[in-house]
């Protein structure tokens, strides 16, 4: 805040001095400043306030990652002794129950994520394709399409764990009892079928976002171009591989980003149908540093696997931007 | 351009350095002890008693009023769930912004003692309350940690008992409800066929499980701790204790696979229906009544034993459940909330309080009134004074509660797939368990 007003104030003084003569060098200066500080003055309240709401948690996160932070320091986190890397080595110890739990619960994340992000452009990007075309009741599918994404998360998973019990269920319902395609009722919220319940809610709730977007990256592409490819023959599919695609690359590259972010760090889902202990099987990594934070109070090793999950974050972001900018690059050559 | 890049940093430099400085200071305050600033309100966090966060209100609020007028002192009510009360304590722990009074369930009395958030009870205290010995023994052993100064004082006493379906009963033939396991095996056999079962459990919830797999050591003498607070899991009579409780789904298929995922009181709704016979309960008459259940279609009995009757040793029949009432130590009404917790613990309005809620009162006074000696208390107040034992007292206890917890969770989910339950499988998750309880 300090800066911003110390700003005004040379801005301001020199532009009445500017109009006293013998300063010809004097007002290009401040012009120019004004030209180039201008947009830094406008970003600098959104600046300290990302600081504060953002980064200041992020740094005491990493802080505390370094501390031994447990039931009997949290009063006073402050005066927790330090401990060094000490929070780090349990976390990715693998061979001791710790480490071991926390890979087990990446890979977890990793397939989930995979797997989430995958089906979800998939579903979205068809579903805009085939909505392109005007037909009767298309505004009416597109809106019937999107209510999940408009859904509370925990009204709609609230829903769906419901609807996955295993003794009045719906799921269990029509699969078992009117399709008769299992032996007997499954069990959706416990044991190794958890992980597609946890999918197939994930998948529901997040291909909307992707659909949206697709929709959107869509109407930015030229009538012509299929025009053109018709009158030379290409079919529908050929249209879809040489146009469509490589016309939404650029809003694939954000797209698949933030799904990829947002389902890797989903908690709502899993917390809302599992509780505070998801099965093995479901085990996203989220899940796994509340409970090693709050359920068993280490709050210190709860925060450096936290700082773990961002480091990986980071990379992975760093390294898909990198990439697929410079593919685009050489696209573009 | 340089200098106001220069600028930016300081800038990010000095917000930073405000932030860290600032938290800093909130987290110094939240060292110090108590003091009377405001003299005349006191904030109080009530648990979720009733069958619902209204109903409390309308309890508790008549019950404030009624302190108001006899100190001047105004009461903030604010009741929270189950599900967010360790959180809110945490949070209010660590950043020292927390209530004056508070309730907790008394088996996390030993942690939250260790985190030095809660006034300690010492002589002194107990005596402003009128003396530690109003209270009855079994509720005192669930304060903390056994040597040192209470933690909290004991509010509301619960206890476990078997509650039963006179009807099923009779229809299966069944003239009085099981005295000892065997019994109800047998029993449960009767009458599980044709989409009823014998027994409901919450096999997804870990505190629930907790709660019987304890009993059930404890009648096969095992501990889960060691006297010095090691955690102590994978003993022989825990790993039988722990086979027994999930073989009444596994082997004996008393208790209805789908069970293994209820967390949120499903058993009790699956009992008040008819769907189950039997359940292992603390304080159910309120919610069965509130579920259309009439009070004559319902039998309490003390919870089975292994063989004989309910007593201390191998005989325990249930642990000792309450809920407690503590003092935030940097209370800024001290004095205040040592009358509050007076006025709370007085013969009168634990008679009040504990009838409204179908629990049994710590205090030896009040446990007089007919009012506790009805069809549905009588059971507890029973088992609560001959053969309750509170959980272990260490202060690891929410972290046992956790592993165990979630590996008797996993073994229900192994036996309503199908697989088997086998003392090495068990074993297997309990050794697991161990070895995420904290390294000392």
Known sequence: ?333 | MRSIRVAAIGAVTLSLALAVSACGGGSSTAGGGGSNDSPKTLTYWASNQGASITVDKKVLKPELDKFEKQTGIRVKLEVIPWSELLNRILTATTSGQGPDVLNIGNTWSASLQASGALLPWDDKNFDSIGGKDRFVDSALGSTGVKGEDPAAVPLYSMAYALYYNKKMFADAGISKPPATWDELVADGKKISKGGKWGLGAEGANLSENIHQVFVFAKQHGADFFTADGKPDFTSEGAVTAIKDYVDLMAKDKIIAPGNAEYAQNQSLSDFAKGKTAMILWQTASATLTSLGMKDDEWGVAPAPVRSGTPGTGTSVNSMVAGINLAVFKNTDNHDGALKFVKFMTSDAEQKTLNKAYGSIPPVKAAQSDSAFNTQATAALRDTLAKSAEALPQVADESQFETSVGTAVKELFADAAAGRPVTTESVKAKLEKAQQQMPAK
Not at chain 1, 172 to 191: A, Y
Request: hydrophobic share 50%.
């Open chain 1, 1 to 333: 805040m300090t800066t911003t007003t110390a700003t005004a104030k040379t801005d301001g003084r020199t532009e009445s001095a500017g109009s006293t003569p013998g300063a010809a060098r004097g007002p290009r200066r401040p012009g120019r400043i004004r030209r180039i500080g201008l947009p830094y003055l406008l970003l600098l309240p959104a600046l300290v306030l990302e600081l504060l709401v953002h980064l200041v948690p992020m740094v005491m996160g990493i802080l505390m990652s370094f501390k031994a932070l447990t039931r009997f320091s949290i009063r006073d986190w402050g005066a927790a002794p330090w401990s060094g890397f000490d929070n780090y080595k349990i976390s990715v110890d693998f061979n001791a129950p710790a480490g071991e739990a926390l890979l087990h619960s990446f890979w977890v994340t990793c397939g989930f994520t995979v797997l989430s992000v995958g089906l979800c452009w998939l579903l979205g990007t068809a579903t805009a394709i085939f909505l392109q075309d005007t037909f009767r009741g298309r505004g009416l599918l597109r809106a019937l399409f999107l209510v999940p994404y408009a859904l509370p998360v925990y009204a709609a998973v609230i829903t769906w764990a419901f609807m996955f019990q295993h003794d009045n269920g719906l799921v269990n319902h029509v699969l078992h009892d009117q399709l008769g395609l299992t032996d007997k009722p499954s069990f959706w919220l416990i044991g190794d079928n958890s992980f597609i319940a946890l999918l197939t809610v994930s998948v529901w709730k997040g291909w909307p976002f992707a659909f949206l977007v697709v929709m959107a990256g869509l109407q930015n592409i030229p009538k012509e171009l299929y025009e053109a490819a018709a009158l030379d023959g290409a079919g529908m599919w050929q249209q879809i591989r040489r146009i469509t695609l490589p016309s939404l690359a650029p809003v694939n590259q954000v797209l698949v980003l933030v799904l990829f972010l947002w389902t890797f760090n989903d908690f709502n889902t899993p917390y809302v149908l599992f509780g505070k202990a998801a099965p093995e099987a479901a085990d996203l990594i989220s899940i796994h540093v509340y409970q090693t934070t709050f359920a068993t109070w280490n709050f210190g090793t709860g925060s450096a696997m936290s700082v773990l999950l961002l480091l990986f974050l980071l990379v992975v972001t760093g390294g898909y931007l990198l990439l697929t900018s410079r593919r685009r690059k050489t696209a573009d050559v």
